[in-house]
């Protein structure tokens, strides 16, 4: 499959940008679509919503495209009534999965979230039944967010099904990404022991989504990979640093967080609760950034 240009919904958005400039680099034209428009580093830009199935076929028919990375959804649910962040995550992933059906469009990144798993949003402590999490992990959200991204993962797993879906579907599964001066702030220069982030009201979230964060160049460079791939049909990737935001080792993170969950492969270090093991197989990508990279 060859790929020159590539579709990006949300390109003004909080990881978009990112991704439009790493596309760039590696010589695709980039069109962003995305409800503002007004992309600084796109080659084409649009002002189009893709809850918008008429707007949105017809612009993308002008575009050409032989990629769609889809980031234009809501990012956290705080803002907007349950519903409508509930539709932006599965009504407009639908129209963007049509529309690459109709289009004969053949690759698709969809940036689904740790959430479907339950994730952060969860007003109870995340269901972990083991570490590593992986792909295989059960899925147990109740909030608007994390139903949406799962619901909207299934969408996915069900185009995937039909003769007209595109040949490579991927769900990118995705912590938090900070910018490295968020990254800093957050973690370099706060107390990231269990009772700092206890005492600074972050510890359930950061429980729920297993101490994850992601640089932005790295889940750029995910989404290139998934859109280049060969495989067929839909999978779901998850995607993390490899290591975790906090001081604490993580086999003492797994004993006194999760004392629960089984621990199937023994931990060292700082290392990640999160297996990107199937990416690394199926994508050849690794994470390469990390918080303590540039601590002093």
Same mark, same amino acid.
Request: glycine share 8%.
């Given at each position: ?35 503002? *428009? ?33 980031? *234009? ?224």
């Amino acid at each position: 499959m060859s790929l020159e240009s590539v579709a990006v919904t949300g390109g003004t958005g909080q990881l978009g940008p990112t991704v439009v400039r790493h596309l760039r680099d590696h010589g695709y034209t980039v069109t962003n679509l995305s409800r503002s *428009g007004g992309s600084e580093h796109a080659d084409h830009d649009y002002r189009v919503s893709a809850l918008d199935a008429g707007d949105f076929v017809a612009t993308l028919a002008d575009v050409d495209a032989d990629a769609i990375v889809h980031l *234009g959804t809501i990012s956290t649910p705080t803002h907007d009534p349950g519903h409508r962040v509930f539709e932006s995550n599965v009504q407009s992933t639908y129209v963007v999965l049509e529309a690459a059906a109709s289009l004969g469009i053949d690759s698709v990144a969809l940036a689904s979230s740790m959430s479907a798993n339950g994730g952060a949003f969860e007003p109870d402590p995340a269901r972990i039944d083991y570490l590593p999490i992986d792909e295989s992990h059960r899925a147990t959200p109740s909030n608007p967010y994390g139903l949406g991204k799962y619901v909207a993962e299934e969408t996915a797993a069900g185009f995937a099904r039909r003769d007209d879906a595109p040949t490579t579907i991927a769900s990118l599964r995705f912590p938090w990404m900070p910018s490295e001066d968020e990254a800093r702030e957050t973690f370099a220069e706060a107390d990231r022991s269990l009772a700092g982030l206890q005492a600074n009201d972050v510890f359930h979230t950061a429980r729920n989504t297993l101490f994850a964060y992601l640089g932005r160049e790295d889940a750029a460079r995910l989404i290139r990979r998934a859109i280049e791939a060969e495989f067929d049909g839909h999978e779901v990737f998850w995607a993390a640093a490899s290591d975790t935001s906090t001081t604490v080792e993580s086999d003492a993170l797994a004993r006194d967080v999760y004392p629960d969950a089984e621990v199937r492969t023994a931990l060292s270090g700082h290392q990640s609760l999160v297996s990107t093991e199937k990416a690394r197989r199926l994508l050849g990508w690794e994470p390469e950034w990390s918080w303590r990279d540039g601590r002093a």
